[in-house]
Nanobody
Framework: VQLQASGGGLVQAGGSLRLSCAAS????????MGWIRQAPGKESEFVAG????????YYADSVKGRFTISRDTTKNVVYLQMDSLKPEDTAVYYC?????????????????WGQGTLVTVSS
């Protein structure tokens, strides 16, 4: 299984970025896909997740209303649209996957991980 994250970069506060996670190597129908971030010196934090089959989305309170997770089942890609970005959103963002459709917020619940993409939000 390979998860390839992309789309990070430098953006000013209030700006937007869209992250992509290209997934390959297995059928993801019965899977839960997540975005987890880790800021310098901090523990990892669940950001958003989505069930592959129905597209049911979940969000951390810190990003609710600003971020939108979606997936394209024809392209095997999961997206994270990030709007109204804040300096505290600065982190390396990882996409991850697990079997089963149950909600997963802990990094220990994910089996497969992408390499991460850096998002830097300047004030």
């Amino acid at each position: 299984v390979q998860l390839q994250a992309s789309g990070g970069g430098l953006v000013q506060a209030g700006g937007s970025l869209r992250l992509s996670c290209a997934a390959s190597g297995r059928t993801f129908t019965n899977s839960f896909m997540g975005w987890i971030r880790q800021a310098p010196g901090k523990e990892s934090e669940f950001v958003a997740g989505i069930t592959w089959n129905l597209g049911t989305a979940y969000y951390a309170d810190s990003v609710k209303g600003r971020f939108t997770i979606s997936r394209d089942t024809t392209k095997n890609v999961v997206y994270l649209q990030m709007d109204s970005l804040k300096p505290e959103d600065t982190a390396v963002y990882y996409c991850a996957a697990r079997t089963g459709v149950a909600f997963a917020s802990s990094q220990n619940q994910y089996r497969w991980w992408g390499q991460g993409t850096l998002v830097t939000v300047s004030s």
